[in-house]
């Protein structure tokens, strides 16, 4: 019986070490000035990102080669986020006063403006298309309305709205553009999520008050994922980016049922995805988190901060992107 234990003890190792040593994280790319917080993953070869001093990055090799372009014109803009389509379709989102949102065709050799916009205090946080035609991106709210603009035809043309909804944000709520993942287009619903002195999750008309922590400009929801009628949000305050008090929370879409995780992240997170119906990764300045039970449990499976997390829209491959130009794969 003795033999037996000291069997299943050393079995038991073995199959840890295994596990540890199943995920792995490969940096690609690193060492520029660029913080990078948007990411867009076509397809397992296909890879766009974006970010400070007006820098697109761009891989059709898995991520083994990267070209970096920097906007003529817009030296000293940050991307914030951007939405790929192919190897030659992209737009990218130019976050402050005045806002631009720019759309390649030829893999990034040349932009045109499809979006400006001078209004004072325009502050542009996140895209996001749910197909080739129909995206949206959100605005910091003014005159306490969100700002919203819509597409249905690639990006060409936009629509936009200061009254998208008839709930008006508190003072100090606002959005975060950490990672370009507050908002979503899902079935007929837009969605998003806010935070500084309050953190909701809008959806349509409805406003759900989300038990993330908030109060302070730093705090809130940052981030939402959803697959089916499930939401999961991550956030935080990212002036203590190790702290994991009320930095998650998962909602159930059809019945605004809120459930906070067993076990959360281990941090303020920027950035949540699903990569499987049941699998979900998040990270953050501190690190990266995966759960394999839909958001209820996490375990830190890095210390290497990012910013915002994809998995391929048409495939298995999932990248990271965060500052000093780091783009790197996580292999699962």
């Not at 989102?93 to 001078?118: H, Q, Y």
């Not at 919203?148 to 100090?172: R, V």
């Not at 990764?281 to 210390?303: F, V």
Request: with cysteine; glycine share 8%.
């Amino acid at each position: 019986m003795k033999h037996l234990y000291k069997i299943l003890f050393i079995w038991a190792l073995i199959c840890s070490h295994f596990q540890l040593n199943a995920q792995e994280l490969q940096v690609l790319t690193s060492g520029n000035k660029t913080s990078i917080r948007g990411l867009s993953v076509v397809d397992n070869n296909i890879v766009w990102a974006s970010g400070s001093n007006g820098m697109v990055a761009r891989s059709v090799d898995a991520g083994k080669n990267f070209n970096w372009i920097q906007v003529p014109n817009f030296e000293k803009k940050d991307f914030r986020d951007i939405e790929a389509f192919d190897s030659n379709t992209a737009i990218i989102m130019c976050i402050t006063e005045p806002a631009f949102i720019l759309k390649t065709i030829d893999g990034g050799k040349n932009w045109r403006t499809v979006f400006f916009d001078s209004t004072k205090g325009m502050f542009l946080d996140a895209m996001y298309f749910k197909d080739e035609k129909n995206g949206v991106v959100i605005g910091d709210p003014i005159n306490n309305k969100p700002f919203i603009a819509t597409t249905q035809d690639a990006g060409e043309t936009w629509t936009t709205s200061l009254n998208f909804n008839s709930n008006s944000l508190k003072e100090g709520e606002a959005f975060f553009a950490s990672s370009g993942t507050n908002i979503q287009l899902f079935k007929n619903n837009t969605i998003y999520v806010s935070g500084g002195t309050s953190s909701n999750l809008y959806l349509n008309e409805q406003q759900l008050e989300l038990p993330i922590i908030q109060g302070i400009q730093s705090t809130g929801a940052n981030s939402i994922s959803i697959i089916k009628n499930k939401a999961i949000i991550v956030g935080g305050d990212f002036t203590k980016d190790s702290t994991t008090t009320q930095n998650c929370v998962l909602v159930n879409l059809k019945t605004l049922k809120v459930t906070t995780p067993k076990t959360p992240p281990s941090g303020y997170r920027s950035c949540v995805t699903f990569i499987h119906k049941n699998k979900v990764i998040a990270c953050g300045l501190n690190g990266i988190d995966l759960s394999e039970d839909e958001g209820m449990n996490w375990k830190k499976i890095s210390s290497e901060g990012f910013h915002v997390v994809q998995k391929a829209k048409k495939g298995n491959a999932i990248f990271l992107a965060g500052s000093k130009g780091r783009i790197a794969k996580l292999i699962l």
